[in-house]
């Protein structure tokens, strides 16, 4: 029973959080892949520091910059500069960075924030941003000590807290180990365990070819849960999914050029898939397993860092 109760305590905070994070502050603040209701916007705004100990503008205006300058020197957390276990470090660094880059109004950070009309410099004062950590550990403190329950408190910080475990995942093994769906100009990976433990966000290669799509999900046997999410929470009126941008459910026939006639012979299978595709992924990043391109790949990040 006191397992059962330590589970539930543990899953309430993470969905919690995971809903703050990966379909509020991603999808939907930092993409626009879900358009949240007014009512949820203000919820995320006033109330998504004290879920996730994250500013929602400072973590949005990171999250871009980590597109724009994906796995090349200025990318925030890339495993490719600080190796798979300096991640960890890198993306706290790169937080606090963002949030002085902003109060200080350097452009650098303010021109990823488009969008993001609602200022949050208050929160990104020193004494104010470590609360959202004080007040969980009182509490986690105050169950362990009231009620004799270490596992229970346990359970409750860190299902809560665990961002930079999450994001530590994500952007260390979605940037290194796991297959690719897409060719993208980074080293986007689909990581299948992370995709599961963190709502679908292992997904990172089918996320950067598709990054305004709400589904993270390409093959059948992939799952996002943060999908998931979003469709619940659109039948609650809580959020509008972005229909037209979803990521398309067969690869892009458009993809397949006259140029690689060897290519077509080489994959009968595939090429069935893409004459199954429809008009919208028709323009959508070429397959991987067709399109290998190293050569664009190195000009594309040269183009991008200079
Ligand atoms: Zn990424
Ligand atoms: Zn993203």
């Known amino acids: 029973?006191?397992?059962?109760?330590?589970?539930?305590?543990?899953?309430?905070?993470?969905?919690?959080?995971?809903?703050?994070?990966?379909?509020?502050?991603?999808?939907?603040?930092?993409?626009?892949?879900?358009?949240?209701s007014p009512l949820t916007r203000k919820l995320v705004i006033h109330l998504g520091l004290w879920i996730t100990g994250l500013t929602p503008k400072a973590w949005a205006v990171m999250h871009r910059r980590h597109h724009?300058?994906?796995?090349?020197?200025?990318?925030?957390?890339?495993?490719?500069?600080?190796?798979?276990?300096?991640?960890?470090?890198?993306?706290?660094?790169?937080?606090?960075?963002?949030?002085?880059?902003?109060?200080?109004?350097?452009?650098?950070?303010t021109r990823f924030a488009h969008g993001l009309d609602f200022d949050h410099t208050w929160a990104h004062n020193r004494v104010v941003r470590t609360l959202p950590y004080v007040l969980h550990t009182a509490i986690a403190v105050g169950i362990f000590v009231g009620f004799d329950a270490f596992w229970l408190?346990?359970?409750?910080?860190?299902?809560?807290?665990?961002?930079?475990?999450?994001?530590?995942?994500?952007?260390?093994?979605?940037?290194?180990?796991?297959?690719?769906?897409?060719?993208?100009?980074?080293?986007?990976?689909?990581?299948?365990?992370?995709?599961?433990?963190?709502?679908?966000?292992?997904?990172?290669?089918?996320?950067?070819?598709?990054?305004?799509?709400?589904?993270?999900?390409?093959?059948?046997?992939?799952?996002?849960?943060?999908?998931?999410?979003?469709?619940?929470m659109e039948a609650f009126g809580l959020l509008r999914i972005d229909y037209p941008q979803l990521i398309p459910d067969r690869l892009p026939v458009a993809s397949l050029t006259p140029e690689q006639p060897a290519v077509r012979d080489l994959e009968p299978v595939l090429v069935q898939e893409f004459v199954a595709a429809d008009s919208q992924g028709a323009q959508g990043p070429r397959p991987a397993q067709l399109a290998p391109m190293p050569a664009e790949k190195v000009a594309a990040v040269s183009r991008r860092v200079n």
């Open 68 to 109: 724009e300058y994906s796995d090349t020197p200025k990318d925030p957390h890339s495993p490719s500069n600080v190796g798979l276990w300096g991640v960890m470090a890198a993306q706290a660094v790169s937080y606090y960075r963002t949030m002085e880059g902003l109060d200080a109004k350097d452009p650098e950070f």
């Open 153 to 232: 408190g346990l359970a409750y910080f860190v299902g809560l807290m665990s961002h930079p475990i999450q994001g530590f995942l994500v952007n260390s093994l979605g940037h290194s180990v796991g297959g690719r769906n897409f060719e993208t100009t980074d080293d986007s990976t689909n990581n299948a365990v992370v995709g599961l433990v963190v709502f679908g966000e292992g997904y990172q290669n089918n996320h950067h070819a598709y990054p305004r799509s709400a589904k993270f999900s390409f093959r059948p046997w992939e799952f996002d849960a943060g999908f998931v999410a979003c469709v619940v």
């Open 1 to 36: 029973m006191y397992l059962l109760l330590c589970l539930s305590v543990f899953a309430v905070g993470y969905l919690a959080n995971m809903v703050m994070i990966t379909v509020c502050y991603h999808r939907g603040l930092a993409h626009g892949a879900v358009k949240l």
